[in-house]
């Protein structure tokens, strides 16, 4: 099961329709939360999304709607008893923010504080890419390698059950059988984080071949000069943050609470997004993960 949960989608000041950032990434058997805002703990509630989901918590830096959260998120993990080890990422500038909220949660969890001071991997697939904003920010990417698919019709036709699939999988040949004689290459999947920055080589980087790409859109084109001086994207230029990358999905988020609509801020990102589909996102939606892209 793969797909994004969106818990939040104001930046700075929520509205009676949007609560503060929160997003939760269901990848497999992990729950990467990110950007836990204020108020994420009951829009959990709301998502239907239990505390013991999450296994990786992941900050891009530490101004309140993206991470004033995070205690009662901890608290309600601990309450609910979840014993599997937590590890919390963050910018290394941000500790003292980070410590002083984890210490008020005041959470018996089997909390890991790994905190990031430069771009590269952070965990296996998970990887950091430093973002343009007014504190330390780093966006997050996810990728999956490349892999396989086997084709059960082909693996009959040569013979092929039972433990030997898994011999066939690993050395890559049995007997006359080639792994790539009764299988299909299936392409990783790949998913970014791109909040809080202005135009940046890092959030290029972040966004590169992303059949998910999630973008703050905080304003409108037309606001383009509060954009630049509060070194945030406009809704144009996500677009084009999604074209250049060959995006699959743009999901926009992080809206200013000045616009009450925000169809045309999606218009605006569709008009420069290229082939990418373009979601304007509202609070508790579920974007599925796109079809794997085809090689
Ligand atoms: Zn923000």
Do not use: K
């Not at 608290?75 to 210490?103: N, T």
């Not at 144009?236 to 999604?242: E, R, T």
């Not at 009450?260 to 605006?268: F, H, T």
């Amino acid at each position: 099961m793969r797909e994004l949960v969106v818990l939040g989608t104001a930046s700075q000041v929520p509205t009676r329709t949007r609560n503060h950032n929160g997003y939760l990434l269901r990848w497999d058997g992990e729950g990467l939360l990110l950007d836990p805002g204020e108020g994420t703990q009951r829009q959990m509630t709301h998502a239907g999304v239990a505390a013991s989901q999450i296994t990786r918590i992941c900050l891009t830096h530490v101004h309140g709607d993206h991470c004033f959260g995070l205690p009662g998120v901890l608290a309600r993990m601990a309450l609910d008893g979840v014993e599997h080890p937590v590890e919390l990422h963050y910018p290394a500038s941000g500790e003292e923010v980070v410590r002083a909220l984890v210490a008020v949660a005041h959470a018996a969890l089997d909390l890991r504080l790994r905190p990031h001071g430069e771009g590269g991997p952070v965990a296996p697939g998970l990887e950091v890419a430093p973002l343009a904003h007014r504190v330390e920010t780093y966006g997050y990417r996810l990728v999956e390698p490349d892999g396989r698919t086997l084709l059960p019709e082909r693996l009959a036709a040569a013979g092929i059950t039972g433990p030997a699939v898994g011999r066939l999988v690993r050395e890559g040949r049995l007997g006359a059988v080639r792994l790539e004689d009764v299988s299909v290459p299936r392409p990783g999947q790949r998913f970014a984080f791109v909040m809080d920055t202005a135009e940046c080589d890092g959030a290029a980087a972040l966004a590169d071949g992303a059949d998910l790409l999630v973008a703050e859109s905080t304003f409108a084109d037309a606001d383009a000069d509060l954009a630049d001086a509060y070194r945030h994207l406009t809704a144009g230029q996500a677009g084009a943050l999604a074209r250049a990358a060959g995006a699959g999905t743009l999901v926009l988020t992080h809206f200013s609470s000045r616009y009450p609509d925000v169809a045309p801020l999606a218009a605006q990102a569709a008009a420069q997004a290229g082939a990418a589909r373009v979601v304007a996102a509202a609070d508790l939606d579920r974007v599925a993960f796109p079809p794997r892209r085809r090689t």
